[in-house]
């Protein structure tokens, strides 16, 4: 049974442990444990009996599009879930704010498209993504996909 719930301050070093498998070997953007504090509030964790198991943030661009960051599954608990779950969670989240779209920048279009997202050309995405983008060490050679799922009221509700 998965679980999604809000991450607080003790799932700091978690977060951070659960980022750093991955920002390691240049999977995802690597994040401080002050950047992870300071954002904690966009943070939701995955729980398996008790145990954290992933990790998601929602990063809100405009009024009406938001970005998946920092998703990560524990190594151990891979292809059992938990990934589909935090995302599913986010996109609750999204539509509760009021969003209309969700995008991910991935390494991982299968996972998503399984999900109902689609390969957006990354120079659709507004300035303030490109903001972010500047400061990644990849922003000259940048090999991500970007994809991109309109949110709807009856598109992914899930137990959160
Ligand atoms: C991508 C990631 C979050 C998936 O997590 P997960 O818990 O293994 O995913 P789920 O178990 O919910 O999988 C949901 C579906 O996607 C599939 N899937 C999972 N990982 C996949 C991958 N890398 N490629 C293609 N399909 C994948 C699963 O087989 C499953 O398919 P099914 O519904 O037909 O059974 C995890 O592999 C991860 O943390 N990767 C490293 C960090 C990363 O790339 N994050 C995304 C940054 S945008």
């Given at each position: 049974m998965i679980k999604v719930r809000r991450a607080t301050v003790a799932d700091t070093a978690t977060i951070s442990r659960l980022l750093d498998n991955y920002s390691s070997i240049g999977r995802l953007l690597p994040r401080t444990r002050e950047e992870i504090v300071e954002r904690l509030s966009s943070f939701f964790v995955s729980e398996q009996d008790s145990v954290v198991t992933g990790c998601v943030s929602l990063e809100v661009f405009t009024s009406e599009l938001g970005e998946i960051r920092s998703l990560a599954v524990e190594p151990n608990f891979l292809k059992s879930g938990n990934g589909s779950s935090l995302v599913k969670n986010l996109e609750n989240e999204a539509m509760r704010l009021g969003l209309q779209r969700l995008i991910a920048l991935t390494y991982v279009p299968d996972f998503f498209r399984k999900l109902g997202f689609e390969i957006t050309p990354m120079?659709?995405?507004p300035e303030k993504v490109f903001g972010v983008c500047?400061?990644?060490?990849?922003?000259?050679n940048c090999d991500e996909i970007a994809m991109v799922k309109h949110i709807e009221e009856n598109n992914g509700k899930h137990q959160s």
């Open positions: 120079n659709s995405l500047v400061n990644c060490p990849k922003f000259n």
